[in-house]
């Protein structure tokens, strides 16, 4: 049998086909242009979270289909779809899962994208992790207090921060700032 393409016996390798090195130098030469510089990333937080913990069936009985989609298993609503986009009003953005304040109308911009985006968000009230799904690395950001899915951020936003804070507008629900009477 030919053993060229296994350095060691019952070894697996791959031969590096043209496509491959492709795939693989561009990720390589990408990665510092797509990894987001996240502020604070990986330092313990002075404000702290209570964490709530519920059930698959109890998620599906709390959230609609599309809420419990974006919010638990990470899936991603069709861009432009989402009212919220279009949403100018003084407020703030809560979970649609837990209604934990995330972001506030001063944070909002318009990126274009056609997702809800904010240049900031409320801090400790959302945590990141790494996400491989489309090979190359992006940031997640999930709900600190139910775990909840929201978006992905970017590096692309406007100052101060230069982040975009990328979410589903599905994952939010806006509150209304107090109207003053009087």
């Known amino acids: 049998m030919n053993n060229r393409f296994n350095f060691e016996p019952g070894g697996v390798f791959l031969p590096i086909t043209r496509r491959r090195f492709l795939i693989l130098s561009l990720g390589i030469i990408m990665f510092p242009f797509t990894?987001?510089?996240?502020?604070?990333?990986?330092?313990?937080?002075?404000?702290?979270?209570?964490?709530?913990?519920?059930?698959?069936?109890e998620w599906k009985r709390l959230l609609t289909l599309e809420q419990f989609s974006v919010?638990?298993?990470?899936?991603?609503?069709?861009?432009?779809?989402?009212?919220?986009?279009?949403?100018?009003?003084?407020?703030?953005?809560?979970?649609?899962?837990?209604?934990?304040?995330?972001f506030t109308s001063e944070m909002k911009f318009d990126s274009g994208t056609g997702w809800p985006s904010f240049f900031?968000?409320?801090?400790?009230?959302?945590?990141?992790?790494?996400?491989?799904?489309?090979i190359f690395p992006r940031t997640e950001y999930h709900c600190a207090r139910c775990g909840g899915h929201h978006g992905h951020l970017f590096n692309d936003g406007p100052a101060p921060t230069g982040q975009r804070w990328c979410n589903n507008g599905v994952a939010l629900k806006f509150v209304p700032a107090q109207q003053k009477t009087g």
């Open 35 to 57: 990894a987001p510089r996240v502020y604070g990333e990986g330092k313990t937080m002075s404000i702290k979270i209570e964490q709530i913990h519920k059930s698959e069936e």
């Open 120 to 134: 900031t968000s409320i801090e400790g009230h959302l945590e990141t992790k790494r996400d491989f799904k489309l």
């Open 71 to 102: 919010l638990r298993e990470e899936g991603t609503e069709r861009p432009y779809s989402s009212p919220l986009n279009g949403e100018k009003r003084k407020g703030e953005y809560v979970c649609a899962g837990c209604a934990l304040s995330l």
